[in-house]
């Protein structure tokens, strides 16, 4: 996928096959997923004020997603995502609340799997793109890429049909660095 359109239809499709799976996380786990990555491309392109609305329909995935599994590390992480989305409307005014609360959840999934490489590349990411003045840095960022990648490096699914993404992003990001 690479436009809104793209994942969005990705998300119906996702969506048609919950409906179907009853009680199985990972298709609501997916069509949430879709809509996040929508989210992040609407954000490259700087239209934050369709955010909420993305976040409010990836957030009806997560729920169905919970309900069937109800700790899963996999599914606190999109839950981070999806306050940070909401989060990116207005920063300023949003940190307190939407900020929190991701960072809540991000604690959450790694406490539930430690060797979650995915909770590892959020968190990279968070620091990556956090201005040097509200406790980013690119130097710690570009670290957690690699913790990242050790941990993508080891990491097996338990199913095939269980979350698998990031890897090539943490090889981008470090990449990037080893460019300069």
């Known amino acids: 996928c690479k ?3 793209d ?24 069509a949430a997923f879709s809509q996040i990555q929508k ?17 409010d329909q990836a957030q009806k ?8 599994d109800k700790n899963n590390s996999e599914i606190y ?5 999806i306050y940070s989305l909401k989060m990116m409307v207005n920063p300023m ?9 991701a960072e809540e959840t991000l604690k959450k999934a790694e406490q539930l799997n430690p060797q979650n490489p995915r909770v590892t590349l959020i968190k990279a990411e968070d620091v990556y793109f956090t201005p040097e003045q509200f406790g980013g840095s690119k130097k710690k960022g570009l670290e957690l890429f690699k ?4 941990k993508f490096n080891s990491f ?20 990037l660095e080893e460019k300069k």
């Open 7 to 30: 994942f969005n239809a990705l998300s119906n499709d996702f969506q048609r096959i919950a409906d179907k799976e009853k009680g199985k996380w990972q298709p609501s786990y997916y």
């Open 39 to 55: 989210g992040r491309i609407l954000m490259r392109e700087n239209k934050v004020t369709e955010l909420d609305a993305v976040a």
């Open 156 to 175: 097996k699914p338990k199913t095939a049909l269980d979350p698998n993404w990031g890897k090539s992003e943490a090889e981008y990001f470090i990449g």
């Open 77 to 81: 992480l999109l839950q981070k995502m």
């Open 93 to 101: 005014e949003r940190y307190m609340t939407f900020g929190a609360k």
């Open 61 to 68: 995935f997560v729920d169905l997603a919970e309900e069937a």
């Open 3 to 5: 436009t809104t359109e």
């Open 147 to 150: 913790e990242s990648l050790e």
